[in-house]
T-cell receptor
Framework: DAKTTQPTSMDCAEGRAANLPCNHS???????VYWYRQIHSQGPQYIIH???NNETNEMASLIITEDRKSSTLILPHATLRDTAVYYC???????????FGKGTLLTVNP | KAGVTQTPRYLIKTRGQQVTLSCSPI?????VSWYQQTPGQGLQFLFE???????NKGNFPGRFSGRQFSNSRSEMNVSTLELGDSALYLC????????????FGSGTRLTVV
């Protein structure tokens, strides 16, 4: 099964960038890296995904290392509403599932 | 466009009963997968369906089953409920081609008493 390792918790000041790391050393060559977040036991919300190039969308940026064994999710200007548990995972090819670790609880402080 | 719809939102059942949960994917999405979330075990994959065929299955007992209909809607069933089955059950839909993102519904909160 896919294994991901993330810090248990992180703090960030409102307005500053939040950088959330993830190790995914078991990722296969055709699998994508996915990031989700979950607030108050709602369904996980999709943030971003990528294969090997860095990606950016309206929510965040994703930096994937050259060996693809780790990635960093960047929230450029964190707000209080970004307080959530953030999960990274990988999936693709014939692996039609997401395997989640414990995630990182990001707390954005005023 | 409408998101992933799960019904019911909340459910209370008694040990030994069975339960059926429903998921309607995003229009055009042919893949539906199911996850169980508990405080102790976190988010765990149950199974995934694409065009009415189960393509992947997690490590859950046979009491957990699912199916997908021709319109891509999916149901999961849990028979002989146990207290430990109390959880948030989440459904996610995708276009189903591996590289596509998965969109989750709000979940069904099942409580077994």
């Amino acid at each position: 099964d896919a294994k991901t390792t993330q810090p248990t918790s992180m703090d960030c000041a409102e307005g500053r960038a939040a950088n959330l790391p993830c190790n995914h050393s078991t990722i296969s060559g055709n699998e994508y890296v996915y990031w989700y977040r979950q607030i108050h036991s709602q369904g996980p919300q999709y943030i971003i995904h990528g294969l090997k190039n860095n990606e950016t969308n309206e929510m965040a940026s994703l930096i994937i290392t050259e060996d693809r064994k780790s990635s960093t999710l960047i929230l450029p200007h964190a707000t209080l509403r970004d307080t959530a548990v953030y999960y990274c995972s990988h999936s693709g090819g014939s692996n039609y599932k997401l395997t989640f670790g414990k995630g990182t609880l990001l707390t954005v402080n005023p | 466009k409408a998101g992933v719809t799960q019904t019911p939102r909340y459910l209370i059942k008694t040990r030994g009963q069975q339960v059926t949960l429903s998921c309607s994917p995003i229009s055009g999405h042919r893949s539906v997968s199911w996850y169980q979330q508990t405080p102790g075990q976190g988010l765990q994959f149950l199974f995934e369906y694409f065009s009415e065929t189960q393509r992947n299955k997690g490590n859950f007992p046979g009491r957990f089953s699912g199916r997908q209909f021709s319109n891509s809607r999916s149901e999961m069933n849990v028979s002989t409920l146990e207290l430990g089955d109390s959880a948030l059950y989440l459904c996610a839909s995708s276009a189903g081609q591996g590289a596509d993102g998965y969109t989750f519904g709000s979940g069904t909160r099942l409580t077994v008493v």
